[in-house]
């Protein structure tokens, strides 16, 4: 039930041994061992192989370049798509005290971008969207001076094969190729075969590079498949799930519903849960990660961009109270359970009218030939397009297609999501194993697992109070009883805050 | 954006709704400040400096839909309807609509309240000896006053600054004073989140981001009335010295000099229509402005039917018939 090594190119290890590695990583990171994939990755990258890891979410992929600081000379670049993410991961390095950090992307004012552009120099590690380094400011300055590891995060939205695909990944393999990193490590936590081959050709790497792909498979999250009637229904049996008190992370489609679940659970036990979205500012998100981490907030209902940025091992719970936006973004986000190792349970509410609601957003966003050539004829011109539309015709402009090219590229991929969306759509309506089918559809050569009472099931049978009965996750991380949320006298506040003369 | 928010900003009165979206984005013309001061949102100037034009217009069609307001696309004005005037009261009595902070006395409110946050944090943080952390603003030119205010409050200062806080904490209104203290939070003690704030007050995460700039606006009217008791928080939330830009300024500064306008033309090398909007601005956002000075004077008996003249005239106008029921400075 481990993961597959599959080292698709060149000898295997360099110059420095796993048991070298493990006695720093136990020094300094407290760590006794690496999780799957970490160790042949660092001594590709450390031997001066560039690498593709291709690992699933949850498997320390930002320990990676966190431990290779010390060992590289030079600017740690990571392009990361997510804003939420990037502060998020920012934050860790500050908190970890590895070198100071610089987060460049659109929330800063052009002055505060200038001010770190200028001392580049002096941090260690800069993060960047995909956008910002399309900005040729961005990228001469990175050509004069050293960079010593490019990191790709999320690199499947390089291929226009995934269902994530960004057209400003598109000019990466160029930009690459002028900032001339040492290493370049390309970072995902789902690719097939397909957009495997798409990240090394379009990223332009050499066929030296070092390639590793873990199995999709996490043995102790437990999959649960619950199809329900009604709201009524899917209302109350969330309420039995978040009464077992353990940590929880909802996903939901928008804000506003966000919002609402959290209000309708806090009605039910006041101060468990928050909300965690786009609309928060940064000092908002960030509190509501400290209150989760230090345990005063039990549940955290989140849309999907924002829920990756949760950073807490100790999750027991992940549940998709709507349905995520395809089979890879399910994956990923089941995956911030149990990353701890202990088990985990991931449930996602299935209602029949949800095939025909989803299929019909897929159409509507679906880009007609007469409106990306209206695009490319009057770009200043949006007409009816939404601002996610002109963010993509945009990018295609901008890397230059033709456009009778850029519509054969759309065409092609609005089938395609559909197709993937109708895999989805069968995973949701199955009665084989789950956790199986998740290995099949991801994993280059799948596993035959072992399905057992503590692997996966699907609505009624079991039911959803056996699962839990039989998991038990109460007994391995029972949170403990929120604090109280109501308001504090000022001087009460300072009190707690601050230590009295 | 939440959109009846925007509830605040109307009138029966039409209003040309593109005038008050600029004025909230913050978009200095001078037919901009006119609007605002004629639709009594100066003090509102640059609460939402990153709204977009479609989120406004989002925002505007749907209070439309809830027939709210009334809206001429011709003229390009909106006015309320009197289901939206009864909502307005409702939504104005619930106090979170931010009267008590005054932008061009006080500067952005935004970056006021991360400065005031930041610092609670640090200091909290430090005093705990948590040494490495996410600190709660990504701004880096906030993050860098508040460490240059720091550095030279030394160490013995985080706790005088303590001590200011629960003193003005102590004298602010005690709504303002909850909805402040309840806002900070540090690595040491995480707080409430806002959500739960906002929930707590009865109010929408929008509507207390405003509640929060309004109690933030009573703060910073305090710590300016009593230097002497507050000079930490004085160096910790500076305000400008002066709500016109630097050639306004100058300008000005010559008139309040006692130069006759000719003189002051010439020296200038400035067109005098420009010179002029610099008055008119000066008269609309300096509370104090002086229309006794010589070179006003002479601009108003030259010709009391001009632009100009009539302009300041308005100004001084409305500013007199205001100051019998509210409090200046
Ligand atoms: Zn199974």
């Excluded at chain 1, 290890?13 to 690496?34: D, I, M, P």
């Excluded at chain 2, 008050?20 to 609460?47: M, P, R, V, W």
């Excluded at chain 2, 939070?185 to 995480?190: E, I, K, L, P, V």
């Excluded at chain 2, 400008?240 to 309040?256: E, I, K």
Aim: proline share 5%.
């Amino acid at each position: 039930m481990t993961a597959t090594n599959q080292s698709t190119s060149g000898s295997d290890n360099g110059s420095v041994t796993t048991e070298q590695l493990e006695n720093e990583l136990t020094q300094r990171f407290g760590f006794a061992h690496f999780r799957p994939g970490q160790a042949p990755l660092l001594q590709a990258l450390l031997s001066g192989r560039d690498a593709l890891g291709i690992l699933p979410t949850g498997s320390g992929k930002s320990l990676l370049y966190q431990f290779l600081s010390p060992h590289i000379n030079g600017l740690i670049v990571v392009v990361s798509p997510l804003i939420s993410l990037m502060a998020d991961q920012a934050g860790r390095i500050r908190r970890q005290n590895l070198g100071k950090v610089a987060v460049l992307n659109s929330q800063l004012t052009v002055a505060e971008r200038q001010l770190v552009l200028q001392q580049l120099e002096q941090y260690r590690f800069v993060f960047l969207a995909p956008e910002t380094l399309q900005q040729p400011a961005v990228q001469q300055r990175l050509r004069q001076i050293t960079v010593g590891l490019l990191v790709i995060d999320e690199a499947h939205c390089i291929s226009s094969w995934g269902p994530d695909f960004r057209p400003s990944y598109l000019r990466l393999g160029i930009i690459r190729q002028q900032i001339r990193p040492q290493r370049t490590l390309a970072l995902t936590a789902t690719a097939n075969r397909r957009v495997r081959q798409d990240i090394l050709k379009n990223l332009r790497l050499a066929a030296t590079t070092f390639v590793y792909q873990a199995s999709v498979d996490r043995p102790n999250i437990y999959l649960r498949l619950q199809t329900v009637a009604d709201e009524t229904s899917k209302w109350q049996q969330t309420l039995m799930l978040v009464g077992q008190q353990v940590p929880t992370l909802i996903y939901v489609a928008t804000r506003r519903e966000a919002e609402e679940l959290t209000q309708r659970l806090d009605q039910q036990q006041p101060g468990i849960a928050a909300f965690y979205h786009a609309g928060l500012s940064t000092s908002e998100r960030n509190q509501i990660q400290q209150l989760f981490l230090k345990n005063q907030l039990r549940v955290v209902v989140a849309t999907s961009a924002f829920g990756m940025g949760i950073d807490k091992s100790n999750l027991r719970l992940v549940i998709h109270y709507q349905l995520p936006a395809n089979f890879e973004s399910y994956l990923q986000e089941i995956g911030r359970a149990g990353r701890d190792g202990q088990p985990a349970l991931a449930v996602i509410f299935v209602m029949a009218s949800d095939q025909q609601r989803l299929s019909q957003r897929l159409l509507r966003n679906r880009l007609t030939p007469g409106s990306i050539q209206r695009f490319f004829d009057h770009p200043d011109d949006p007409q009816q397009l939404d601002t996610n539309q002109q963010g993509i015709l945009q990018a295609y402009r901008q890397a230059e297609l033709p456009a009778a090219q850029v519509i054969a590229i759309l065409q092609t991929t609005a089938e395609l999501r559909f197709q993937q969306w109708q895999k989805f759509w069968t995973y949701l309506t199955s009665t084989t194993c789950l956790r199986q089918q998740l290995c099949d559809y991801f994993d280059p050569e799948p596993a035959q697992l072992h399905h057992s009472d503590h692997c996966c099931s699907q609505a009624p049978t079991p039911s959803l109070t056996t699962v839990l009965a039989r998991l038990q996750l109460a007994q391995i991380a029972s949170a403990p009883p929120a604090a109280a949320r109501h308001l504090r006298q000022p001087a009460a506040v300072l009190r707690q805050l601050f230590i009295e003369s | 954006m939440q959109a009846t928010i925007l509830l605040a900003t109307f009138a029966l009165e039409p209003r040309r709704y593109k005038a008050i979206y600029y004025s909230l984005q913050g978009k200095q013309t001078i037919s901009n400040l006119f609007a605002s001061h004629e639709y009594g949102l100066l003090d509102q100037f640059h609460l939402y400096p990153k709204l977009k034009w479609n989120d406004y217009q989002a925002a505007l069609s749907q209070l439309e839909k809830e027939k709210l307001v009334i809206i001429d696309q011709t003229r390009a004005e909106a006015k309320l309807t009197s289901a939206g005037l009864v909502r307005q009261t409702g939504l104005l009595a619930q106090g979170f609509w931010p009267t008590a902070y005054r932008y061009w006395q006080m500067g952005p409110a935004e970056e006021q309240w991360e400065r005031l946050l930041l610092a609670v944090q640090v200091v909290s943080n430090y005093q705990h000896q948590i040494v490495h952390y996410q600190p709660l603003t990504e701004h880096l030119l906030i993050q860098r006053q508040v460490k240059a205010w720091l550095k030279k409050i030394g160490t013995a200062g985080g706790q005088n600054f303590v001590l200011e806080l629960g003193l003005a904490l102590a004298q602010l209104p005690e709504q303002a004073a909850l909805i402040i203290a309840n806002s900070f939070w540090s690595d040491y003690d995480a707080g409430i989140p806002g959500p739960t704030l906002a929930q707590a007050l009865s109010l929408t995460p929008a509507e207390l981001q405003l509640a929060q700039f309004n109690s933030l606006g009573l703060l910073l009217s305090l710590i300016r009335r009593e230097t002497l008791r507050y000079p930490i928080l004085q160096q910790l939330l500076p305000m400008p010295q002066t709500p016109l830009n630097r050639s306004a300024d100058w300008t000005y500064h010559q008139v309040l000099t006692g130069k006759s306008w000719s003189a002051i033309v010439t020296d200038s090398r400035l067109k005098e229509g420009t010179l002029r909007e610099h008055l008119l601005q000066a008269a609309l956002l300096c509370p104090d402005f002086s229309i006794e000075a010589p070179a006003v004077q002479q601009l108003l008996k030259a010709d009391p039917e001009s632009f100009f003249s009539q302009r300041v005239q308005e100004i001084i106008t409305a500013r007199s018939s205001r100051t019998g029921g509210e409090q200046t400075q």
